[in-house]
């Protein structure tokens, strides 16, 4: 049996609803893919640069657990890819479109892990230390605001009932 149809402030069945979602969705895996990809390559260099050595263990600590957050980031970006590829003409986009979105989701969670984790180790490295928490903490809260912040308030304030 199939859920009940939503009104959604526009003329369209729940299929024209899932191809629009899914159109908007891949847009924005789109921009996210590209940073975290982007982020996830120069991650995998750093084990090979001599600076690499001379890092301390709590050091490589956080570089090994950034790169884990960046593969893990990686592969939820890309799994949206993957799940309509694979179910594709099955009938289930709408089920595919929920799906992607929370993959989506926990990849930006964990893109926000892995550029927190970055954030911490070349300011371990770049600095004496000494603000590297401050500084860190302030710009998660950027990207708290920025990511979660503002678009829940948005849709708090403009959506309607």
Known sequence: MS???RRTGRDESEEERA???WTELIQEVRVAQTGVQILFGFL???????KY???SHTDKTIYIVTVVLGASATGALIGPVSLHRLVAGRRVKPQAVRLAARLTSVGLFLLLATMTASLVLILRV???GSLV????AVVVVWYLVCWYGLPLWS???HTTR
């Open 155 to 157: 849709r708090r304030r």
């Open 3 to 5: 859920e009940p149809a």
């Open 19 to 21: 191809d629009r979602m």
């Open 44 to 50: 995998l260099t750093v084990v090979f640069q001599q």
């Open 53 to 55: 050595a001379e890092l």
């Open 133 to 136: 928490t401050w500084v860190v």
């Open 126 to 128: 770049a600095t004496d």
